[in-house]
């Protein structure tokens, strides 16, 4: 079982800026993806961006240039840094992690809220 704890949500203007942290209760070289995703009111989840154990990275077009994906394999950790944050961005971000022993497994976060004000 793996356990993921989100962290750094909360309440921003337009152009700022957030890092949401998702710790792994287990060794993140032992998954083989880690992402982020989010859900807004109404809508359904989608990906934001997804880094794999090898470090390669993958982004919605919507926030390309604006967040980065990053891992921190010593703390198990893995960040999403956005930088000019626009109201379209609010919604529950959602830390993901995939594991595959003969078939995938899927671990879900609690969700953090991020909201972005006009």
């Known amino acids: 079982q793996v356990q993921l704890v989100e962290s750094g949500g909360g309440l921003v203007q337009a152009g700022g800026s957030l890092r949401l942290s998702c710790a792994a209760s287990?060794?993140?070289?032992?998954?083989?993806?880690m992402g982020w995703y989010r859900q807004a009111p109404g809508k359904q989840r989608e990906l934001v961006a997804d880094i794999t154990s090898g470090g390669s990275t993958n982004y919605a077009d919507s926030v390309k240039g604006r967040f980065t994906i990053s891992r921190d394999n010593a703390k198990n950790t893995v960040y999403l840094q956005m930088n000019s944050l626009k109201p379209e961005d609010t919604a529950v971000y959602y830390c993901?992690?995939?594991?595959?022993?003969?078939?995938?497994?899927?671990?879900w976060g609690q969700g953090t809220q991020v909201t972005v004000s006009s």
């Open positions: 993901n992690a995939v594991r595959i022993r003969i078939i995938a497994h899927d671990y």
């Open positions: 287990v060794s993140i070289f032992s998954l083989n993806a």
